[in-house]
């Protein structure tokens, strides 16, 4: 056998790159990784070490406590490291070949889509990716124009929401609501945005009877957090079902409980979108994975027959390591009544960031969300700079306490908890902010109101 070090004597091995010091592991990633990128977080404090997770705390290489209120924009939902979904895929691994046979029969992949029709049994038909939220979106939207493509002649476009956020890869890109991500790409036609929660701005361009699908998240995450109006998705899936329109909803961070339902879209009595999308939550960080649900309908509109059976596969397509995670955190979410906790939790929080809100109004002008997919939403000072960036790092340098503004407005702060918080936790990041934001006001001299 050769050894490595005689034929690159920089090669790097497994057990060496597990003990690398902070300092090394800043050197290649500046060298050899996303420079600028990495630049951004060591300034911002968020690039560091993580030498240990567990529930909703991470420990980095100094030995500090850290508090997680972003979990990677909302994957740990079932905490880091949940032992159940951890040991679960041990046993998998101990027990049964990898193996990415792209015919072989896939007992827990079958076994995971037997189990998300349990919860949505409108929607029958299951698709999943080894890859992330971007992946399941590409594959809606592939879905959708197939379909269309075989059953309604003649549509071209596909609907989105301005500010949304569907994922980088070139179909999610161009399907996201914020021109920014499509900078110096050639404009992709057949794409059209309309203001999110406008009923109004929808039919205006799905009555133009052109319309292969629309697709919106369920709650926007990356475009600030953002609630649409109560009776906003009945109205969408009238005018979808109006006009023959394909209603998807994208519920790669709303979804998998984030909310405080099983999917996002079960806070509305009898929804029934044709499709929905999902990833983060539903892997809680162990291994990547994302998919797809749908009816029956559209799914054998666009895969029901032999000639379209193969318009969409990947390598890791159904594969069975992604599924196990996938289905683990599926049982670990029902057993332990996770919609639940989070609804509950999330009075909590919600509670004590308002009494926050009423101290510090003009700087914190509005809390939002819906179970632990919450935004803050900070104003700006005198010179038009906003507050969130600024409280954002002062928890994260100060209080170690991790937050995150959304990626397509950066007015919102976003706190994303995980059912592993409990009401310590709660006090910790409370206390830390309402610390920030006294240092905010008293180096800006803002008025605030007396202290609760
Ligand atoms: C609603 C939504 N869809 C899709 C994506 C893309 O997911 P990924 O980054 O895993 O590709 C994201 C990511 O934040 C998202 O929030």
Redesign the pocket.
Known sequence: MTNVKDVYPNFITLGEALDLSEEKVRELQLAHMNKFRTQMGLAAGLTFDIKRAEGCHIWDADGNKRLDFIGD?GVYLLGHNNPFIVNGVKRFLDTHPLSMDPMALKPVTAAFANNMAQITPELTRTMTNGG????A?EAALKMCRIAAGRTKKGKTRVVSTLNA????TLG?VNAGGKDTWRRWQAPMPGHTYVPYGDADALEAELSKGDVIMFIA?PIQ??GGVVVPPDDYFYKVRELCDKYGTYMVL?E???GSCRTGYIWAHKYYKDLVPDAF?F??AISDGVLPV?GLQAKEELYMAAYGSEESAMMHTATYQDNNISACVALLSLQYMIENDVPAKVRAGSKVIFAGLNKIRDRFPDVLEEVRGRGYMIGLKFGADKDGVGYAPRVGTILAQKHLVHTMTSTNNDTILRVYPNVATTNEDFEWFLDALEQTLEEVTATTGIATTKAA
Request: aromatic content about 4%.
């Open positions: 924009v992330g939220g971007a992946e979106v956020f569907h994922g980088k999610a998240e995450g990356e994208d790669v961070q709303a999308t990833a983060k994302s």
